[in-house]
């Protein structure tokens, strides 16, 4: 895991001061080595945070044997020790014992097809002196980032957009069309452009070649494909096949040469994990984990946010070294710029400052976490699928009419307040100026969704938070249940395997009795790492938001109207409204407009 950057220009050298201070500004991902490789018109950079083989053959870029193949690279290849030994069979040698040359080694063998083989989370720039061409290419879910962009003749790519801003034309203005659709809907890395005008990101499952650097069209490696069949797989088998996926998939993502521990917010997929990880313990004492696994969590003396009753339970179960902490209004306030910064680009809600309190907590005691991202979207983990599941029921009236009553006796509280929620964020987006764009992410039937919400509406923007919350404390993050084969399998299993009679993660909870507490297994909530949002918005960060909504600089926005937003606002600190998240998100506009744009222009 690691921080990379690079320059490509059409004509003349690359600008070693260019690529040093790109370099610089991903210092936080990579804090135990640097390097860079410069060669006419490119320049390559490294920022290291050593896992897999620590010593110095490892460090990167790296080379091939003859020098014509020149890596930068950023994620784990978990399946790097069996392409070693089908490679070594090929004829070829290896130096290290590092995944980074197995990459090398595999695009040796195989060209740009080699990504297809790799089972793990990646962004990497191979430059090819043959070809004279960079072969980009990035996993299939995009848990790893790559941004780029064109600027005088220049291709420039980095693992963060803060580095690309280096050079002084890059991301000179907002994206309004982006920054529009974060704005009304709290969705980003949605598409190929960001919130920077002229700041691009390389789709996920997508490779790129960059010629005398002008990039050609991304092009797909993977697609995933979810069916729509309603009925069909035999529970058992479902189940247990599900369950050996996990298993395998958490195997490989506990190879490591640095302490590994477990994110545990005590719902039922880091639950899961972490259950998981004590079998393996067991069967094979990985030597990254020890005796006893370390897990990090998340708690509030809040009961409504709380979920320590869950995390006692599973400690109790599996006997980790629970290591736990609580994120509090204060810390936020002095933590919350930076926080802006880290991310790039303004997030959805307070929710994420709960796991980059994890993520420090973890950082003092490992440098991998597991995590459980990526199972809601792919199991219809929330409860606001079930309308999409209903719709896919409309050709069969007795099984819609089954699971429309027994979703609505579930989840009845769940219902009765989206109703409200839906009410208050369309009035909000009132606030904004402009037009505002349409993008619904529950239209349509369950597959539809499901679809959406892993390549464009949710899963993305939680990669992208994750991805930053960890990396700020030197701290890679792993999340099995996006091994590409579990994604596979799942989107292959019919739809009653998701939800039925208004359970979600049917075929997981399956697979996971007897492995869990069934306290946790039969959980019907959803939290995961939350903030009291609501509660600090109305008391401890109110004297922020006045500040704020008052300020000169946030009344000549052109996004929205300054007196209407500072009036709803009072309207819900004084209890004659409910909560939306659109007003933070304003709020949190705002900060990153200072942050990445009026400061940069004070400094001209």
């Not at 690529?19 to 490789?37: Q, W």
């Not at 960001?194 to 490696?221: D, N, W």
């Not at 810390?331 to 930076?338: I, M, P, S, V, Y």
């Not at 997981?508 to 069934?518: D, S, T």
Request: aromatic share 10%; with cysteine; glycine share 8%.
């Amino acid at each position: 895991m690691c921080g990379i950057a690079g320059i490509y220009k059409t004509t003349g050298e690359a600008d070693p001061s260019l690529l040093k201070t790109m370099s610089s500004r991903l210092a936080h991902r990579g804090p135990d080595g640097e390097g860079t490789y410069l060669q006419g018109s490119v320049g390559l950079a490294h920022r290291r945070l050593s896992i897999i083989d620590l010593s110095d053959l490892a460090a990167q870029p790296m080379a091939n044997e003859d020098e014509t193949l020149w890596l930068v690279f950023n994620g784990e290849i978990y399946n790097y020790r069996e392409l070693r030994e089908d490679l070594l069979r090929a004829g070829h040698a290896f130096r290290s014992q590092t995944d980074s040359e197995v990459i090398l080694h595999a695009y040796e063998e195989w060209g740009s097809e080699c990504v297809k083989r790799f089972n793990g989370m990646w962004a990497f720039a191979i430059y090819d002196l043959k070809e004279d061409h960079l072969f980009c290419s990035r996993d299939r879910f995009g848990i790893k980032p790559f941004y780029y962009t064109i600027v005088d003749g220049t291709f420039l790519f980095a693992s963060e957009i803060k580095a690309l801003l280096a050079h002084p034309e890059v991301g000179k203005r907002p994206n309004d069309t982006r920054l529009m659709d974060y704005l009304a809907w709290g969705v980003l890395d949605h598409t190929p452009e960001t919130m920077f005008e002229g700041v691009f990101q390389l789709p996920p499952a997508h490779s790129m070649v960059v010629r005398q650097g002008v990039p050609k069209e991304p092009t797909p490696y993977w697609d995933l494909r979810i069916s729509d069949a309603l009925t069909g797989a035999d529970d058992r088998s479902a189940a247990d096949r599900l369950r050996a996926l996990l298993l395998d998939a958490v195997r490989l993502r506990l190879r490591s040469d640095v302490p590994v521990g477990t994110c545990l917010s005590g719902g039922i997929d880091s639950s899961t994990i972490t259950a998981l990880i004590n079998d393996l313990i067991r069967q094979e004492a990985p030597s990254s984990v020890g005796g006893r696994q370390k897990t990090f969590s998340a708690c509030y003396p809040d009961g409504r946010f709380d979920e320590s009753r869950y995390i006692d339970e599973v400690v109790r179960a599996t006997g980790v070294d629970a290591h736990r902490t609580s994120p509090d209004p204060e810390a936020l306030k002095q933590d919350l710029e930076r926080l802006v910064h880290l991310q790039d680009e303004p997030f959805g809600s307070l929710s994420i400052y709960a796991q980059y309190r994890v993520m420090a907590l973890a950082g003092a005691h490992v440098k991998v976490v597991l995590d459980g991202q990526g199972a809601d979207e792919q199991l219809g983990g929330y409860i606001g699928y079930i309308v999409p599941y209903l719709r896919s029921l409309k050709a069969h009236p007795l099984a819609l009419l089954c699971e429309g009553v027994c979703g609505s006796y579930r989840h009845r509280g769940f219902f009765f307040d989206a109703k409200k929620q839906i009410a208050a964020r369309s009035e909000r987006r009132s606030l904004l100026r402009g037009a505002i764009p349409s993008i619904d992410r529950y239209s349509g039937t369950l597959p539809e969704v499901l679809t959406r919400e892993i390549r464009s509406t949710n899963l993305p923007s939680l990669l992208h938070y994750e991805d930053r919350n960890s990396m700020a404390f030197g701290v890679e993050s792993r999340v099995p249940f996006l091994d590409y084969r579990i994604a596979e399998y799942l989107a292959s299993l019919p739809l009653d395997q998701k939800i039925r009679h208004g359970v979600t993660k049917h075929v997981l909870r399956q697979a996971i009795r007897g492995l869990v507490p069934e306290n946790i297994r039969c959980r019907m909530d959803k939290m995961g790492f939350v903030t009291p949002e609501e509660v600090w918005m109305r008391e401890e960060l109110r004297p922020l938001m006045e500040d704020i909504l008052a300020s000169d600089r946030f009344r000549a926005r052109p996004y929205w109207d300054a007196d209407l937003v500072r009036r709803s606002y009072l309207a819900y600190v004084e209890g004659q409204v409910t909560y939306s998240p659109e007003i933070w998100r304003i709020v949190c506009t705002e900060i990153w407009l200072r942050t990445f744009f009026d400061r940069r222009e004070d400094r001209v």
